[in-house]
C-alpha cells in the first residue's frame, strides 16, 4: 500500500451562495483543521446563510506535499453535524432521494506531487440540476436560527479515476476542515 502527504490549502477557501437569482460576492473563510482552530468560524461566530438561500458552496484547494510520491485522485466529503454531534440526513429537493448524510466530491484530475490544486463544491441547492441529490434549507431548520457543522474531509486514492482504492495519508491532521454555518429565519 502506497503512502502520501495531502492537504487543504488555507490559503484558498472560499464561500457563497445564492438567494433570489443573484449569487453572493466569494467570501474568503479562516478555517479551523483539526491541528488549527480558528477564532474567526466558530459556533459562536457561524457564517451566515438566509432561509431563503438557493446554492451554497464554494471552493477550495488541496496540496500534495509529497514531492517524491506518485500522482493522486482526490475526494472532499461533506457532512453536516448539529451541535450535539448528530448528523443531519437529508432526501434531496423532492424529498425522494435515498435518505443520504454525506456528498462525495471526486476530483477526477490527477493531483501531481508538489501541487496545488483547486475545485469548486455546491452541497445545498434548491435551483440546480442536481438539487434533488443535495442538502435543502429545511434540513437544517430543526431548530431555527441554531449552528450546524460543515466538516469537509479530505482523501487521497490511487490514480485511476475509480475512487476505490484509497491511499494512506501519513498526516491527516490536516485532512479535515470544519466550517460554523447558520440559517437565519
Keep these: ?15 457563497n451562495y445564492r438567494v433570489n437569482g443573484v449569487t453572493t460576492p466569494t467570501y474568503r473563510v ?15 461566530t457561524p457564517f451566515l446563510l438566509p432561509c431563503t438561500v438557493e446554492n ?18 482526490w475526494r472532499v466529503t461533506a457532512r453536516f453535524f448539529r451541535a450535539d454531534n448528530s ?6 429537493f423532492n424529498q ?9 466530491c471526486d476530483v477526477t484530475s490527477s493531483l501531481n506531487p508538489g501541487t496545488t490544486a483547486s475545485t469548486g463544491y455546491t452541497v445545498l441547492s434548491t435551483v440546480g440540476n442536481f438539487r434533488d441529490w443535495l442538502y435543502q434549507p429545511q ?8 449552528p450546524v457543522r460543515m466538516e469537509l474531509t479530505l482523501t487521497a486514492f490511487v490514480a485511476d479515476g475509480t475512487f476505490k482504492t484509497p491511499i494512506i495519508d501519513t498526516d491527516q ?3 479535515v476542515l470544519d466550517i460554523w454555518l447558520m440559517l437565519v429565519c
Design 56 to 73: 451554497f458552496g464554494g471552493e477550495l484547494a488541496v496540496t500534495h506535499l509529497d514531492p517524491s510520491g506518485t500522482p493522486v485522485n
Design 30 to 44: 479562516i478555517s479551523a483543521t483539526q491541528k488549527y482552530p480558528s477564532p474567526f468560524n466558530t459556533e459562536s
Design 96 to 104: 425522494s432521494a435515498a435518505p443520504f448524510d454525506h456528498l462525495d
Design 173 to 175: 491532521s490536516n485532512n
Design 1 to 15: 500500500m502506497k503512502n502520501t502527504n495531502v492537504r487543504f490549502d488555507l490559503n484558498l477557501f472560499h464561500l
Design 139 to 146: 434540513d437544517f431548520t430543526f431548530t431555527p436560527n441554531t
Design 87 to 92: 448528523i443531519i440526513w437529508s432526501q434531496g
